[in-house]
């Protein structure tokens, strides 16, 4: 079946020449860093040089690079090496993070340590006054992610850091702040730096590198959460994925460099998808567009379920996702809508739809075509007349 892929916040579609050089890769530096001979050293530099490139890329020092698997990894150390303080250990989670935050967080909270999720608004955005309120003396960390995986919602994080930097101050304690930026990294432009975070998670597949690959920014000693030959200055032990590493740092060099190019092409599209939505009688969350990544867009089509009209879509050849693809499985599938303040019915209703850099303009016109003639047979299955008819 031919499929056009509308699922780019789950993954990205592989970049044919970056797979083709990870192999390239795979064959040439089969080496172990860790090995002393010339094969380990030839490995061990090429990661070096992808880490300078990657840091550089990402605005910070090399030095604060740790590689992982990915985004679920990296965010698990962060709160994993927090909960193994022994005091000053509480953690405060906005309520609209990815699984992989949520449920470790929610994790802690059940080995008795302090956990607060503040609301968070209907329009998908962390209120920086509703994070200060909720840090007190024995705060240790703030999670914050920078793009939400489902509503494609641009959190306020510098707002969000000077709130949380206002509180340490008044508190005479350090408040380490990570923020998830799988979901802006490569496509929206942002500087650690500037952000003022402590640290920050990484993965390559959502920009068309290798699956498996990942990096965890922290300007702070961490507890380690995989121990063992004390690879990447022991806060990651394993031998490292050379050719992953090498295969990241390729796909974020592309996607930045294009970033002026693509940023608003995908902006077009989006509004394209927009117009499209609202023409068939959805909302869309970001409507407008003010404050959102252009590549992600929550539609909903109330009363039809969000999981049907995906599956229809999908008979139909187009490949469209419910919400985080991490949890699919999941039976809580609409959390963050629901404590974004959506009812269950409208929330089960949600649909994502996340483009891509080769993302076209007849990809998105067919989409709607046969969108319209799904959600008129559901309409009809489901007792709802439209509009006109």
């Known amino acids: 079946m031919n499929i056009v892929y509308l699922d780019w916040a789950a993954s990205a579609i592989p970049d044919a020449e970056i797979i083709e050089a990870v192999a390239e890769i795979t064959r040439l530096f089969f080496g172990n860093p860790s090995s002393r001979h010339y094969c380990g050293r030839q490995a061990l530099d090429l990661a070096g040089q992808d880490r300078h490139t990657l840091a550089m890329l990402m605005g910070c020092s090399p030095g604060h690079l740790i590689f992982t698997s990915g985004g679920t990894e990296s965010n698990n150390m ?5 909960m193994m303080k022994k005091r000053k250990n509480g953690l405060v989670c906005s309520s ?11 994790y802690i909270k059940r080995q008795g340590i302090p956990v607060a999720f503040p609301v968070t608004g209907s329009d998908g955005f962390a209120d ?9 003396e024995n705060t240790g960390a703030v999670a914050v992610m920078l793009v939400n995986n489902e509503t494609g919602a641009i959190q306020p994080l510098e707002d969000i850091v000077k709130a949380v930097r206002t509180r340490e101050a008044e508190f005479g304690s350090p408040i380490h702040v990570h923020t998830d930026a799988v979901q802006a990294f490569g496509r929206i432009p942002f500087d650690l730096n500037s952000l003022n975070v402590d640290s920050a ?9 290798p699956k498996g690959i990942g990096a965890l920014y922290s300007r702070k000693k961490l507890s380690p959460l995989i121990t063992g030959g004390g690879q990447e200055e022991g806060l990651r032990a394993g031998t490292e994925n050379t050719a992953g590493i090498h295969g990241f740092a390729l796909a974020a060099g592309k996607r930045i460099e294009n970033m002026d190019r693509e940023l608003p092409a995908a902006a077009g599209l989006r509004n394209k998808l927009i117009g499209v939505i609202t023409s068939l009688q959805g909302e869309v969350l970001n409507q407008g567009g003010k404050g959102f990544s252009p590549y992600i867009t929550a539609a909903f089509f109330p009363p039809v379920p969000g999981e049907v009209l995906a599956r229809t879509l999908n008979d139909r050849g187009y490949a469209v996702s419910t919400g985080s693809a991490c949890s699919a499985r999941n039976k809580k599938k609409t959390r963050v809508l629901e404590n974004m303040g959506f009812s269950s019915r409208d929330a089960a209703s949600a649909l994502r739809i996340s483009i891509g850099h080769s993302t076209t303009v007849q990809e998105i016109n067919s989409f709607g075509e046969v969108l319209a003639e799904e959600l008129e047979h ?5 007792g709802v007349v439209s509009v006109g008819s």
């Open 128 to 136: 920086p006054e509703k994070i200060y309120d909720a840090i007190d």
């Open 78 to 82: 962060v709160l994993r090496s927090f």
């Open 378 to 382: 559901l309409r009809k299955a489901a």
């Open 201 to 209: 998670a990484f993965s390559a597949h959502k920009l068309g590198g």
């Open 96 to 106: 609209i993070e990815h699984a992989s935050l949520y449920e470790t967080a929610l």
